[in-house]
T-cell receptor, first 113, second 113 residues
């Protein structure tokens, strides 16, 4: 039973537009959430994170929003660039998992130029 | 920068072989992890270790074992490789409690024939 779900396997966006990647979780004890980006033949790299005490965290073109009541978070990329094309993984930690990360299945983002 | 190095990028092994995947990190991190990545399933935790000679099972430990004789090295062992263990294997390390993020290696693409 997946506790972190990324229901969109892929997303295609035009360069310059906003990319919105979504993630849902079921475990209310999760208290820290992260996004990782992965290019083919490379390991995932940390992108941005958010603690459950916040509802928004921004870093340049990347913003993560957290809606605890809905158990939903989203990653916004504005403006999208072709180099953003990658697989994006949502991850969560906390509760019985402690500092271990539980990952979603990933969303493939393609930014068209 | 923290570096996590996985010894092989690509491996092809025969069914029944014993396979060793090596991972080394250079930042004195206590925590190390082995994940496998499969399409549609994301990253699933195989084993992790909080300290030298300590190991704990993750979500999918069957068919695998690990070894951590030194702090910087965490090895994943496939006792008798099977075709359903064909996958991308990712090693990660994590530092102190203030940083929830993992640093991943570049991955080992293992094919069992």
């Amino acid at each position: 039973d997946q506790q972190v779900k990324q229901n969109s396997p892929s997303l295609s966006v035009q360069e310059g537009r906003i990319s919105i990647l979504n993630c849902d979780y079921t475990n209310s004890m999760f208290d820290y959430f992260l996004w990782y980006k992965k290019y083919p033949a490379e390991g995932p790299t940390f992108l941005i994170s958010i603690s459950s005490i916040k509802d928004k965290n921004e870093d340049g073109r990347f913003t993560v929003f957290l809606n605890k009541s809905a158990k939903h978070l989203s990653l916004h990329i504005v403006p999208s660039q072709p180099g953003d094309s990658a697989v994006y993984f949502c991850a969560a930690s906390g509760g019985e998992y402690g500092n271990k990360l539980v990952f979603g299945a990933g969303t493939i983002l393609r930014v068209k130029s | 920068d923290v570096k996590v190095t996985q010894s092989s990028r690509y491996l092809v092994k025969r069914t029944g072989e014993k396979v060793f995947l090596e991972c080394v990190q250079d930042m004195d991190h206590e925590n190390m992890f082995w994940y496998r990545q499969d399409p549609g399933l994301g990253l699933r935790l195989i084993y992790f270790s909080y300290d030298v000679k300590m190991k704990e099972k993750g979500d999918i430990p069957e068919g695998y074992s690990v070894s951590r004789e030194k702090k910087e090295r965490f090895s994943l062992i496939l006792e008798s490789a099977s075709t359903n263990q064909t996958s991308m294997y990712l090693c990660a390390s994590r530092g102190g409690a203030e940083n929830y993020g993992y640093t991943f290696g570049s991955g080992t693409r293992l094919t069992v024939v």
